[in-house]
Structure formats: structure tokens, C-alpha cells
């Protein structure tokens, strides 16, 4: 382009068109803000891009903020010439009409798309031609090299001056094959190893260079869109949202403007996106994900606030980056291994906002588009953050519950009593299950009610210590084996709900409200539920108002069955793999038997399943039903007494931000265990923290291998699982206990405290400790 011949003024003058062109639809509205603002999508830490990326930017970028600021200064000159480029971002009115890439999270439903065809089935527009390059990665690498010997860089800059000049020159040199049109979402036809070399070598490439480069970006962003984008174009956001230019805070401006087309894609566009993104290399993927997680950040919280506009005047920015962090959190989500851990979308700069500001606005503003907030897009937010709202909303709802029973019985002229404040449980030990369920249904309507407890013929105030006693003795009695109410699977280590059918189903419902009462009240459980448990749990989130709506029930697979019964999954999946006659062989319909109390019981799959074979070409079917049979149909009632009960506690929305893993953690605990993080968080009674005895105490544990110090964690407060929180939450206490050196160190679960006779040498204490630690049911626990 003509240009490009020029210094700094055409790149501004293509700028400042953006802003002017801007400024003037905004003056067409009336409303500035709604001008700037782009409508966020219903979707569900601040990390640092990759350290050698950003090393390299910082060097060579160092003036791009001059180069950017020059944008603003050319508006009178651009006024007065006609560019063929004067594009800007795209309508807002067209823009507000765009389909969401997913359903609202209120909703709790995932977009599926594969439900779209491959093809899309819609008008595919034509590919204008693309211009021949016949440059391979090969022959720019041999280039890059001969610039070490001669100095020369013209080979190499004429290289980024064509290909970032236009999106038609930047499909043309990196398309696998300018023949194919590439139309389904199975490959972008990108060359992503040619494309991961000339983003590695540019930014060690002069400063001249990388600003050829942004001014390309920009005229391709300026460019009039007329009707729907072609593949080429969608191949070009591809490539240009992986520039690692962007990881510096001067091409910010750029950067946004681009976030923001793609923003605003129609949703068979961003189905391309997704499947394509999902076919990066996790390498790449990540500092993706990083590269957007830091430029929200920056904006919340930026170190130089010059830097960037208003936020008045960039009011977008951050919904338009949220939005295509939810196309590659859906692209995660869809891979079959995820490229990365859904913790790395967490960003922890949001753990220091007006959280409840956010969960706020999201509940009060029932259009999404009206206005932003953090909560449309919950796999930012870090499960601490999701502590931090649920047990505010929880606090907020417990408040809400005592002060109307307070005016009720003011109301009534009877005396107020601070009890009526509280769930106040009166249980006897002896019959520890049947008086918590009599006091639990009696008292329905004071579950939101902070929780004390009381032991029947013992004195005690409950400070939180017989409160987490009742939760540790009701647990490990109604899962033990032979209360039949769950079956341990010794190979997966988990519970799972028992398929007897009974006449009451009301101690599942117990169970269920134990968990939510223990997300209520900040507890964490010693239970051992499989994942997809949780999956279910949220299956739907919010309770229907239909009674007749099923609940519970989910999308099941093997793969959830091998959490639970692996031999019996890794025995499917032999006869899904099976080379021979499976009718023949097997000799199978499609019908189960299962042992209740001693009676073989014959269930069938489907109608009429006893007389129906099991085929090669049935198999899939037969499997998917057996596994459906098992994991949903098998249990519904006790799974659905489990989760009306858990659900009668916690009916908040707030619960529609969380993942299944993430409810897990909220109940059980992370398993996650930094015991140096102990150590720094201990209190001492009795001892202090040079004394010869504590000081073998941690040379000893922090020398310990994992299962020990699981087994030293669940010893001493009952789990082997750490709280939301962290270490510091444990409160966890060493007290000396004056007697023999003989004697084993004793645990008081309730109050997470050790005490630890002072032991003379650090062998005598390990011996002792593990001895204790490893046969602590039956004696030493209290």
C-alpha cells in the first residue's frame, strides 16, 4: 500500500479514522458510553505472558507508546484525505443482535457445538482469490539466518511488510495450501509450525520491523466489512490473535480493537474459532489465555494509567477480551484432554474487586447486555472469589432468616430469644443419626440459620468444636458399610449411592443437607464421592419449580463410570474394542442383573431388552445404556432424596458460577498440601516455634513422603484435604501435652490441635508420630 511508504502518518491517520468514525456514531446516539461499550455474551489470576516473550518485548517495544500516541495527533489530517481504508469497528445496532456463543449461566446449560454441521449449512461466501506466495518457513528461516552474518535485514522486513499488509496476504502466506479452501471446522488450514516461527522471530527483529508490522494490523482492522466474513478472514483473526506483540502494554489500543472484531463475530464464525483453537499446542493456547488474562488486568489495575484512555472511553475493552477468553475456555472445555487446567482461566486480580458488586449486578440486571459484569464469565473468577460470595450471600441470607423470625415473634408479643437466632441441633449420641434427622426435619425452616449444636447430657458451648464433632461421627457413620446407605469401591476409593430400593429414601436427603449445611457453614467433610457426583449435583443448578422435572440426571459416560467401578468400565470397553462376533461370543442382551439383599434382580435396558442381542452393532448403544442404567436410572431416588436436600440449604444462585470439581473443593476440600505453608500458619501452646521438639517436629513431616503427611493432616483435624483458604485456614494448633515421652501424641479433631508429648531426640518422634498417625482409628483420637 501506498502508505506504507510513509513513516508514522498513515498508520495514525488509519487510527485516528477509527476514532473519529467512532466518535461520530456515538454523537449520532447521543450516548457516549453505549457507543463505546460492546455488549458482553451470557457465558459461564492475572498471569504474566511467557517469560522469554515478554523479555524480548520490553527491549524492542520500547517506543511504541510515542508510536500509538501519534495516532490521535493526525485526526485534521486524515479528515481532509480519502482513504479506501477507512474502516471502522463494526455497527453497534448490528452488533446488539448478535446470538450469544453461549447460553446464560443462570441457565447452567453448555452450547453444544457439534450440534452445528461442519459445513455450518448456511451460505458459505466465496473466497476471494488469494495472491501466490511461494515463501516456506524453510526459505524465511534461511533469511533469518543470513541477517546474523550480513546484517541485512531488507529480505526479512519485505517479508512482514507483504504478509501483514492485508488479511488476504496473511491467509496466502500461511494456508497449507492456497488450493484448498479449508471450510470445516476440522482444520484451519493454518501452517501453525511456519506461523510459531515468524512470531518467535519478530520480535528479536529491529524496531523499524515491528512497526511495519502494526501498521499492517491496523490497515487490516480499518477495512470495510460488507456481509459475513470468509474462512480467510476468520484464518487471519487466527493468526493475528497470536502476535505476541501484544503482550506489551503499548499495543494495547491495537490489540483491543482486534479483541473486539472477533468479539463480535456471529456465532458460526466463533464455532469455527473454537474447534479451531482447541488444535493449538498447549504451549501456544496458554499464552493465549496468559496474554488475555494480563490485558484485563492491566486495565483494572494499570501500573501507568497514562498508558492507556479513560475507561470511559474504553469501556469495551474488558467484556470484549472476557468474551474471547469464553471461546477458548469452550475450546478447553471441548478438547478431549483439556490443553490446559480450568484453574489456569482463574484470574486473581479479580480477588481484589467490589466482589459482591459483581454478583450483584449480575443478579440484578436480568439482560446480560445491559450490563458487564465478571459473573456472565465465572471460569475467570477463582474458586476462592466463589468462597467469598457464597458465604457472603450465605451470610446475607442467614441474616435475612433471623431478623424476619426476630419481627415474627415481636409481632406476636413473646419474647425475644437469642436461639431463635440459630439451627440449634440437640442430638444424642446413642442415636446420632435418628435424633439429626428428627431435629433436621423439624427444623426445615432454620437451615439458613447459623448452625450450633448440643450433645444431650453434656455440658459444652458449641464455639464451632461440636459443631465439626457432629459433622465427623454423623459422616463416618451413615458411610459406613454397614449402614448400606452407600458401597465403598476399594479401587477407586470413593463412595457411591447404593441401588436398594427401600420404602423411605429421608437419611439420602440427610446426607444431602449435611453437604450443604457444610458449605453453609464453612466445614470441610471427610467424603469420597466420585466427580461426575458433582456433576450431578448441578444437574439442574437451580432447583425446578416442577416437581415432575427430573433432577439428577446428566449426560453420563464410561469415562465417569471408571471413576467409580474401573474394572467394570475397563470390561465395556474390552467389548467395545472387540475384534470378534460379539452375539456369538457374549451371548448378551440388553439386560442387567443386580443382588439386592441376597435376590438376583433382572432389569432390562430397554423394552423388551431380554430378548434383544448384543451385536457388534449395537454395542455402543448397549454400553451407553448400561452405564446410564448404573450411573442415573439405578439410583434416581436416592439421588434425588440426596439432592433436594443438598439444595434446601443452598438455593443460591451463586451456586451457578461454580464447576462440578469446584463444588467438590467447597465440600471436601483441595488435595493440594503445602506443608511448609503449615508450618508457617501454626500456633503453639505451650511450645514455641525454636523450642528443640517442634523444631524436630517439622524436620520430621516435611521430610515425610505425601501419604504420611495426608495421614498426619487427617489425624489431626479429621480430613486429609486442605480448606478453600489455604493452610491458614486450618487453624491448625501444636500444644504440649505433659506426660511420659512414652505416650503417643493425641488429636482433638474438633478444634484441628495436636498435642505432642516433648520427645527427646527427633528419632523417638518419628517413631512415635507414625505409629500414630498410621492406626488412628480406635485410639489417640478424640
Known amino acids: 500500500m501506498n502508505e506504507d511508504t510513509q513513516d508514522t502518518s498513515p498508520v495514525a491517520g488509519s487510527a485516528a479514522t477509527v476514532e473519529e468514525k467512532e466518535k461520530k456514531e456515538e454523537e449520532e446516539k447521543g450516548?457516549?458510553?453505549?457507543?463505546?461499550?460492546?455488549?458482553?455474551?451470557?457465558?459461564?489470576?492475572?498471569?504474566?505472558?511467557?517469560?522469554?516473550?515478554?523479555?524480548?518485548?520490553?527491549?524492542?517495544?520500547?517506543?511504541?507508546?510515542?508510536?500509538?500516541?501519534?495516532?490521535?495527533?493526525?485526526?485534521?489530517?486524515?479528515?481532509?484525505?480519502?482513504?479506501?481504508?477507512?474502516?471502522?469497528?463494526?455497527?453497534?445496532?448490528?452488533?446488539?443482535?448478535?446470538?450469544?456463543?453461549?447460553?446464560?449461566?443462570?441457565?447452567?446449560?453448555?452450547?453444544?457445538?457439534?450440534?452445528?454441521?461442519?459445513?455450518?449449512?448456511?451460505?458459505?461466501?466465496?473466497?476471494?482469490?488469494?495472491?501466490?506466495?511461494?515463501?516456506?518457513?524453510?526459505?524465511f528461516q534461511e533469511d533469518v539466518e543470513k541477517v546474523k552474518s550480513s546484517g541485512e535485514w531488507k529480505e526479512v522486513h519485505d517479508f512482514y511488510l507483504t504478509t501483514f499488509d492485508s488479511f488476504l496476504e496473511l491467509s496466502a502466506t500461511f494456508k497449507k495450501d492456497a488450493n484448498t479452501p479449508f471450510n470445516t471446522i476440522e482444520d484451519s488450514g493454518v501452517n501453525a509450525k511456519f506461523v510459531n516461527a515468524v512470531y518467535d522471530a519478530l520480535l528479536n527483529t529491529p524496531q523499524d520491523i515491528q512497526k511495519s508490522v502494526l501498521k499492517g494490523i491496523i490497515n487490516s482492522l480499518l477495512r470495510e466489512w460488507k456481509g459475513p466474513r470468509s474462512k480467510d478472514d476468520l484464518r487471519a483473526y487466527f493468526i493475528l490473535l497470536q502476535n505476541p506483540q501484544f503482550n506489551n502494554t503499548s499495543t494495547y489500543v491495537i490489540y483491543a480493537h482486534l479483541l473486539r472484531q472477533i468479539a463480535t463475530l456471529v456465532e458460526a464464525d466463533h464455532h469455527f474459532l473454537v474447534h479451531w483453537f482447541k488444535k493449538l499446542s498447549q504451549k501456544r493456547f496458554k499464552q493465549l489465555v496468559d496474554r488475555l488474562l494480563q490485558f484485563i488486568s492491566l486495565r483494572l489495575f494499570p501500573a501507568k494509567p497514562e498508558e492507556f484512555p479513560p475507561m470511559t472511553k474504553c469501556s469495551w475493552w474488558i467484556p470484549s477480551a472476557a468474551k474471547v477468553l469464553a471461546l477458548l475456555n469452550s475450546a478447553n472445555d471441548l478438547a478431549h484432554l483439556p490443553l490446559i487446567p480450568y484453574t489456569d482461566f482463574y484470574n486473581s486480580t479479580l480477588d481484589h474487586i467490589d466482589l459482591m458488586e459483581e454478583y450483584h449486578t449480575w443478579q440484578c440486571f436480568g439482560n446480560p447486555r445491559s450490563r458487564f459484569s465478571f459473573c456472565q464469565y465465572p471460569f475467570v473468577i477463582s474458586i476462592a472469589a466463589k468462597k467469598i460470595i457464597?458465604?457472603?450471600?450465605?451470610?446475607?441470607?442467614?441474616?435475612?432468616?433471623?431478623?424476619?423470625?426476630?419481627?415474627?415473634?415481636?409481632?406476636?408479643?413473646?419474647?425475644?430469644?437469642?436461639?431463635?437466632?440459630?439451627?440449634?441441633?440437640?442430638?444424642?449420641?446413642?442415636?446420632?443419626v435418628s435424633d439429626s434427622l428428627d431435629e433436621l426435619t423439624r427444623k426445615r425452616g432454620d437451615l439458613k440459620k447459623k448452625l450450633k449444636v448440643t450433645f444431650v447430657g453434656?455440658?459444652?458451648?458449641?464455639?464451632?468444636?461440636?459443631?465439626?464433632?457432629?459433622?465427623?461421627?454423623?459422616?463416618?457413620?451413615?458411610?459406613?458399610?454397614?449402614?448400606?446407605?452407600?458401597?465403598?469401591?476399594?479401587?477407586?476409593?470413593?463412595?457411591?449411592?447404593?441401588?436398594?430400593?427401600?420404602?423411605?429414601?429421608?437419611?439420602?436427603?440427610?446426607?444431602?443437607i449435611l453437604m450443604g449445611l457444610a458449605v453453609y457453614n464453612s466445614i470441610t467433610l471427610d467424603i469420597r464421592f466420585p466427580p461426575c457426583c458433582y456433576k450431578k449435583l448441578l444437574s439442574p443448578p437451580i432447583v425446578p419449580g416442577d416437581q415432575n422435572t427430573p433432577v439428577g440426571i446428566c449426560n453420563i459416560t464410561i469415562d465417569d463410570l471408571y471413576q467409580i467401578m474401573p474394572e467394570l468400565a475397563h470390561g465395556l470397553n474390552e467389548l467395545l474394542s472387540?475384534?470378534?462376533?460379539?452375539?456369538?461370543?457374549?451371548?448378551?442382551?440388553?439386560?442387567?442383573?443386580?443382588?439386592?439383599?441376597?435376590?438376583?434382580?433382572?432389569?432390562?435396558?430397554?423394552?423388551?431388552?431380554?430378548?434383544?442381542?448384543?451385536?457388534?452393532?449395537?454395542?455402543?448403544?448397549?454400553?451407553?445404556?448400561?452405564?446410564?442404567?448404573?450411573?442415573?436410572?439405578?439410583?434416581?431416588?436416592?439421588?434425588?432424596?440426596?439432592?433436594?436436600?443438598?439444595?434446601?440449604?443452598?438455593?443460591?444462585?451463586?451456586?451457578?458460577?461454580?464447576?462440578?470439581?469446584?463444588?467438590?473443593?467447597?465440600?471436601?476440600?483441595?488435595?493440594?498440601?503445602?506443608?511448609?505453608a503449615l508450618q508457617r500458619n501454626t500456633q503453639y501452646d505451650g511450645y514455641v516455634k525454636t523450642d528443640l521438639t517442634i523444631r524436630y517436629f517439622w524436620d520430621v513431616v516435611l521430610g515425610f513422603p505425601l501419604d504420611l503427611q495426608k495421614k498426619l493432616l487427617h489425624f489431626t483435624t479429621g480430613s486429609d484435604r486442605v480448606p478453600v483458604g489455604g493452610m491458614a485456614d486450618l487453624n491448625f494448633k501444636i500444644s504440649k501435652h505433659d506426660t511420659s515421652t512414652n505416650w503417643l501424641p493425641v488429636a482433638h479433631t474438633c478444634f484441628n490441635q495436636l498435642c505432642l508429648p516433648p520427645y527427646k531426640n527427633k528419632k523417638e518422634l518419628k517413631q512415635k508420630l507414625i505409629i500414630g498417625i498410621s492406626n488412628s482409628e480406635g485410639f489417640g483420637l478424640e
Open 31 to 139: 450516548k457516549e458510553e453505549d457507543g463505546e461499550k460492546l455488549p458482553p455474551v451470557l457465558t459461564t489470576s492475572s498471569t504474566a505472558a511467557s517469560g522469554e516473550v515478554e523479555r524480548g518485548a520490553k527491549g524492542q517495544l520500547s517506543t511504541f507508546n510515542s508510536f500509538i500516541s501519534s495516532v490521535s495527533q493526525k485526526k485534521e489530517v486524515v479528515e481532509k484525505r480519502s482513504s479506501p481504508t477507512q474502516v471502522v469497528t463494526p455497527n453497534v445496532k448490528n452488533v446488539r443482535d448478535l446470538p450469544p456463543i453461549c447460553l446464560d449461566v443462570r441457565q447452567k446449560q453448555r452450547l453444544s457445538l457439534d450440534s452445528l454441521s461442519a459445513e455450518m449449512k448456511g451460505p458459505i461466501p466465496l473466497e476471494p482469490a488469494l495472491p501466490i506466495r511461494t515463501k516456506t518457513m524453510k526459505d
Open 390 to 432: 457464597i458465604q457472603r450471600d450465605s451470610e446475607q441470607q442467614m441474616i435475612s432468616i433471623a431478623r424476619q423470625s426476630l419481627v415474627d415473634k415481636v409481632s406476636r408479643r413473646q419474647r425475644p430469644d437469642m436461639n431463635m437466632l440459630f439451627l440449634n441441633m440437640k442430638v444424642r449420641r446413642t442415636h446420632l
Open 458 to 512: 453434656e455440658a459444652g458451648l458449641d464455639m464451632g468444636g461440636l459443631t465439626k464433632e457432629w459433622f465427623l461421627l454423623l459422616i463416618r457413620q451413615i458411610f459406613h458399610p454397614d449402614y448400606g446407605m452407600f458401597a465403598y469401591h476399594k479401587d477407586s476409593h470413593c463412595h457411591w449411592f447404593s441401588s436398594f430400593k427401600c420404602d423411605n429414601y429421608s437419611e439420602f436427603r440427610l446426607v444431602g
Open 578 to 676: 472387540y475384534d470378534g462376533n460379539v452375539e456369538e461370543d457374549f451371548y448378551s442382551t440388553f439386560q442387567v442383573f443386580q443382588e439386592e439383599f441376597g435376590v438376583i434382580k433382572s432389569y432390562n435396558l430397554k423394552p423388551g431388552g431380554d430378548k434383544i442381542p448384543v451385536t457388534n452393532q449395537n454395542r455402543k448403544e448397549y454400553v451407553q445404556l448400561y452405564v446410564d442404567f448404573l450411573l442415573n436410572k439405578s439410583i434416581y431416588k436416592q439421588f434425588a432424596a440426596f439432592y433436594y436436600g443438598f439444595h434446601s440449604v443452598c438455593a443460591s444462585n451463586a451456586l451457578m458460577l461454580l464447576r462440578p470439581e469446584e463444588v467438590e473443593i467447597l465440600v471436601c476440600g483441595s488435595p493440594e498440601l503445602d506443608m511448609h
